[in-house]
């Protein structure tokens, strides 16, 4: 049985910084794109972050590049994901998938995920 467990939210002052975990278990962790998606209140999905399966590539939204850095430990069956300099935009439930495949459609990229997690609150305030 196959599960995605995020923990690491929390509240925290614009400027403030926080790491996000994923623990991950009942498939092959190792061979997977995993990828952070978010929804803010009232809004919909936003794709965050995606990083390839031996972690050495690594995809950003325009949101959060520059401020956020994704990372795995394959031996620890992990995601992460360092946010920094937040803001009060960053308010968000996050989530990590796994990330079943990726195609085009016109101009459009669009990902399909197979396995979810349950989500951490992030809330960025003062």
């Known amino acids: 049985q196959w599960q995605l467990v995020e923990s690491g939210g929390g509240l925290v002052q614009p400027g403030g910084s926080l790491r996000l975990s994923c623990a991950a278990s009942?498939?092959?962790?190792?061979?997977?794109?995993m990828t952070w998606v978010r929804q803010a209140p009232g809004k919909g999905l936003e794709w965050v972050s995606d990083i390839n399966s031996g972690g050495g590539m690594t995809w950003y939204a325009d949101s959060v590049k520059g401020r956020s850095t994704i990372s795995r430990d394959n031996a620890k069956n992990t995601l992460y994901l360092q946010m920094n300099s937040l803001k009060p935009e960053d308010t968000a439930v996050y989530y990590c998938?796994?990330?079943?495949?990726?195609?085009?459609?016109?101009?459009?990229?669009?990902?399909?995920?197979?396995?979810w997690g349950q989500g951490t609150q992030v809330t960025v305030s003062s």
């Open positions: 998938a796994k990330k079943l495949e990726g195609f085009y459609s016109g101009s459009y990229y669009f990902e399909v995920y197979d396995y």
């Open positions: 009942g498939f092959t962790f190792s061979s997977s794109v």
